[in-house]
């Protein structure tokens, strides 16, 4: 006898514990089955685009802390880069390596939250979560070292960055350097090899090769999907085309690789700080830039590889003291495209964790 | 301690009136008991889990945060208590007792020492089976009376995963009374010249298991699972009617460390220290293996899990099972510590063989 | 590093292909008409030599007088970009192709824009608002709304 049964929707966010923030999803279920779903966003969108076009360009630094704010470095940087290829301004030398130095311990930073919050929503209860917290603090002391702040830095400037780094910075940097290849280890040991975690992860919310470029997912996302593409190495920004390193990239696009992957790229930024800390030239650490600046009129696109993927500005000048357009093109909204395509037909359990291993920020999904 | 020494002598329950002294004594001692050791548990775990996290745990209230249940305690009682307006009221009232009240009627069986036990029934283990799996309805309840998705997928869980593992469960202790040769828990410690753990080591692993996963431990927290469904069956839940669901939670914990302490690890008995001492420090230690668990291991898929009972622990208990009999049958007694090493063997082979070939199954459903 | 195809150059080969279909091109983009966008996009994408299976972002920007549609495309496979325009003219109801069907990532940006600057796009599966509500009046990135 055939058992008479209805899919029932499940709404599950904005207030959960695993939708990272305010995301809302509407998930159609068949007992535990995944039959549909339906993202819901716009919980936190401020209208950063907007704001932005009444402020001046130095104003808005601020407002691209906001955006990721577990990454504001990276944001940061982002926007200063296109500011200064919409202006035409030069970096000094020594400060291209101290972004450097910063971003990539950013993505360290970020990468921590982003695996320890998906093993989170595995169930391990919370314990890697806090050993990469642990981690994650000493990054915080050092970027407090260079700009006082610990979660909406500030560092990044047009033409630079805002101060040179103090004297302790460097040994503390040195110190955090050593240890840290140790601690991925341990990460690494704690649940990589794990049967549970692999039965949890490996196999599930494939996203393939193909899908990845066609949806434009870009970071971890895209090189869990077996692409070479990492903007460090495909356009270098910055003084990253004089730094080794490698990209790693997964096999098949489940979740284990996306995992996989942000761990071995917190070992690859380890190695760029290294190179970067060794090659760290001596001199000024910002070109002196008008307050009100006024770029010429025309348009600009930077980007940069973040943590979670591809971060792009394109700004749009009218040669006023303002942007025109101010336009983040956020890797976080757009990785999220293939949602449904990676959760239909699994279960309850696995869509946190795919939701999980897209590792998003909903500030900078819904600006 | 003093009434331990004194009671089974003196006072015999055929004494005239002695039985209804005995029942007393006994109720009021199991109360305090349980409540004592519930808080006892709560801020072991809690400190412990703060060791585990690289934290440090409550640790304000009282010395060393010994009071954090007592001030839990008032918090939750205070606090409103809430009914969902289109639940099932009576049985939304009624599930924490249904829950709680057959937890705290194993500890009838226990014996703390020789011969200190409620009631020394004769069919003691199969009352505990019995009266275990009767906690399930109270869940259930809980989840259907909220009124709430999340609470009946909770349920659903719940209902599956309790009737699967009753019978490894089940299979894995009917080794132990074979060797025993009685089902009365009092005379199952008498019989452990070495502990069971030895002889039973297959049965052992399965029964841990098993009740892990009947008590709703990692990787078995299915039902209230936080990152999924936020906390399942109980998610309607305040108050005082919380307390209470979170009560059964410890007091099914309790309750089965202190049947693995009687059935495998030799009860009350031990040298040198007081019997009920050896009880104490053999319950805290299988709680603290429990504990150790949830506080490393994610979480398995609700398939996995069913797999995993009727894949892994069934067909293993029931090889173990026809091992045991074997061996009561066949081996004359005094080769007790040959079959101990028969058995340890037996266990590795057995794991090596499940491991190559169970593999934690269930992946995406087309829908 | 990746290579940012001159507009011209682009617009000579699409020109060939498509007659009519460039409005203006210059070093950094080219500007298409509207209405053989989606063939342009089309030719874009499955041209060897250019390739671009890579939509990376979409912008509009408010002229008052028009609508730019900014796409940024981009070749993983030869590492290049380039920048194409794309622009609208009616403000009352702006309407462009969309171009989910050849590049899927498109599809929340493009609901994005639908929400926040007012263009509905064309063959888009499921044009809704994306962050603000249902109901909500006026579209917040366009120049007039205050």
Redesign the interface.
């Known amino acids: 006898m055939a058992i008479k049964t209805e899919p029932?929707v499940?709404n599950v966010g904005p207030q959960?514990?695993?939708t990272h923030g305010v995301f809302r999803m509407r998930l159609t279920l068949?007992g535990?089955?995944?039959?549909d779903v339906e993202p819901v966003?716009?919980y936190l969108?401020r209208?950063i685009?907007?704001l932005a076009e009444g402020r001046t360009y130095t104003q808005n630094i601020p407002f691209t802390d906001r955006l990721d704010y577990l990454a504001s470095m990276s944001n940061n940087l982002a926007y200063v880069l296109a500011v200064e290829k919409l202006a035409g301004i030069p970096v000094p030398e020594r400060a291209e390596y101290l972004r450097v130095i910063i971003a990539e311990l950013q993505r360290i930073a970020s990468h921590l939250v982003g695996v320890g919050a998906f093993?989170?929503?595995?169930?391990?209860?919370?314990?890697p979560l806090?050993?990469m917290f642990?981690e994650r603090e000493k990054i915080l002391d050092l970027f407090e070292m260079v700009c006082g702040q610990r979660l909406t830095y500030n560092y990044m400037r047009i033409g630079g960055v805002s101060h040179d780094i103090p004297a302790e910075f460097l040994p503390a940097l040195d110190r955090f350097v050593t240890t840290m290849p140790g601690f991925i280890d341990e990460y690494d040991q704690?649940?990589a090899e794990?049967?549970?975690?692999l039965?949890?992860a490996k196999?599930v919310g494939i996203l393939p090769e193909e899908?990845a470029?066609?949806?434009?997912?870009s970071g971890p996302v895209l090189r869990g999907s077996g692409?070479r593409?990492d903007i460090r190495k495909?356009?270098?920004y910055s003084v990253y085309?004089r730094l080794e390193f490698d990209i790693p990239t997964g096999s098949v696009g489940d979740c284990y690789d996306r995992y996989w992957v942000r761990i071995q790229e917190m070992r690859q930024s380890v190695r760029i700080i290294r190179q970067a800390v060794e090659q760290l030239p001596p001199g000024e650490v910002r070109t002196e830039v008008p307050h009100l600046l006024h770029p010429p009129v025309g348009?600009a696109?930077g980007?940069i590889e973040a943590p979670k993927g591809?971060l792009?500005f394109?700004l749009?000048s009218d040669n006023s003291i303002a942007p025109?357009?101010f336009?983040v093109?956020a890797p976080t909204?757009?990785n999220?495209?293939?949602l449904r395509d990676m959760m239909?037909?699994?279960?309850?359990?696995?869509?946190?964790a795919i939701f999980g291993s897209i590792d998003i920020c909903l500030a900078e999904v819904?600006? | 301690m003093a009434i331990f020494n004194y009671y089974p002598q003196t006072l015999s329950p055929d004494w005239p009136g002695g039985y209804w002294l005995h029942w007393g004594v006994f109720v009021v001692i199991i109360l305090v008991f349980v409540m004592a050791m519930i808080m006892g548990f709560i801020w072991f775990e809690r400190r412990g889990?703060g060791r585990?996290?690289?934290?440090l745990g409550p640790n304000r209230a009282g010395p060393f945060g010994l009071l954090q249940p007592v001030a839990d305690a008032i918090k939750v009682l205070i606090k409103e208590d809430i009914i969902p307006a289109k639940g099932d009221k009576l049985v939304h009232w009624l599930a924490p007792v249904v829950a709680f009240v057959p937890a705290l009627m194993i500890f009838a069986v226990v014996p703390f020492h020789d011969g200190a036990l409620l009631a020394d029934l004769n069919i003691g283990i199969l009352y505990v089976v019995a009266v275990s799996s009767v906690g399930v309805v109270g869940i259930f309840m809980a989840g259907w009376g909220s009124n709430n998705?999340?609470s009946l997928?909770g349920a659903m869980r719940a209902v599956a995963q309790m009737v699967s593992y009753e019978i490894p469960l089940a299979l894995s202790i009917i080794g132990v009374v074979l060797i025993a040769g009685s089902l009365s828990m009092n005379s199952i410690v008498e019989a452990q010249s070495i502990p069971f753990i030895l002889l039973q080591p297959l049965g052992f692993i399965i029964y841990f298991l098993a009740a892990c996963a009947e008590i709703n431990r990692?990787?078995f927290?299915?039902l209230e699972?936080?990152?999924?469904?936020?906390a399942g069956f109980h998610i309607e839940y305040s108050g005082m009617k919380f307390a209470m669901f979170y009560l059964v939670e410890y007091c099914e914990v309790l309750a089965i460390s202190a049947i693995i302490t009687t059935l495998f690890l030799g009860g009350w008995r031990g040298p040198l220290l007081p019997p009920f001492l050896w009880f104490l420090i053999k319950v805290f230690g299988v709680f603290f293996l429990i504990f150790w668990v949830?506080?490393?291991?994610?979480?398995?898929?609700?398939?996995?899990v069913m797999a995993f009972a009727w894949k892994c622990l069934l067909p293993l208990a029931l090889i173990n099972l026809v091992i045991t009999g074997i061996e009561v049958i066949a081996l004359p007694p005094a080769l007790l510590w040959t079959v101990m090493f028969l058995n340890l063997a037996i266990v590795v082979l057995l794991a090596l063989l499940w491991s190559k070939f169970f593999?934690?199954g269930?992946?995406?459903?087309?829908? | 590093?990746?290579l940012a195809f001159s507009g011209e150059e682009i617009a000579s080969q699409v020109e060939e292909h498509l007659p009519g279909s460039i409005v203006d091109s210059s070093q950094?983009s080219l500007v298409v008409n509207s209405e053989s966008w989606l063939a342009v996009a089309t030719f874009l994408k499955d041209t060897p030599g250019l390739d671009f299976?890579?939509?990376?972002?979409i912008?509009a920007?408010?002229y008052y007088d028009y609508f730019e549609m900014?796409y940024?495309l981009t070749s993983?496979k030869h590492?290049h970009?380039l920048?194409v325009k794309t622009r609208c003219y009616e403000r009352e109801k702006p309407s462009l192709p969309s171009v989910v069907s050849l590049?899927?990532?498109?599809?929340?940006?493009e609901r994005?824009i639908y929400d926040?600057m007012g263009i509905s796009f064309d063959g888009h599966p499921n044009l809704k608002?994306?962050?603000?509500?249902q109901g909500f009046q006026g579209h917040?990135?366009r120049k007039d709304y205050l």
């Open positions: 029932f499940i959960h514990p695993s068949d535990e089955v995944i039959v966003l716009g969108h209208g685009e907007k093993l989170n929503d595995c169930g391990a209860f919370m314990t806090l050993y642990r704690l649940l794990n049967e549970i975690l039965a949890r196999g899908l470029i066609n949806i434009s997912a692409v593409w495909a356009d270098p085309d348009e696109y980007h591809e792009g394109y749009v025109y357009r336009h093109r909204l757009i999220l495209t293939a239909i037909g699994w279960k309850v359990a696995d869509a946190v819904d600006r | 889990l585990f996290q690289v934290r998705k999340y997928i990692t990787p927290d299915l699972a936080e990152s999924e469904i936020v949830r506080s490393t291991i994610p979480r398995l898929r609700i398939d996995q593999r934690l269930g992946g995406r459903v087309e829908v | 590093m990746t950094d299976d890579y939509l990376t972002s912008t920007v408010d900014v940024h993983l590492n970009s920048v590049w899927r990532g498109a599809d929340l940006q994005e926040l608002r994306i962050f603000l509500w917040p990135l």
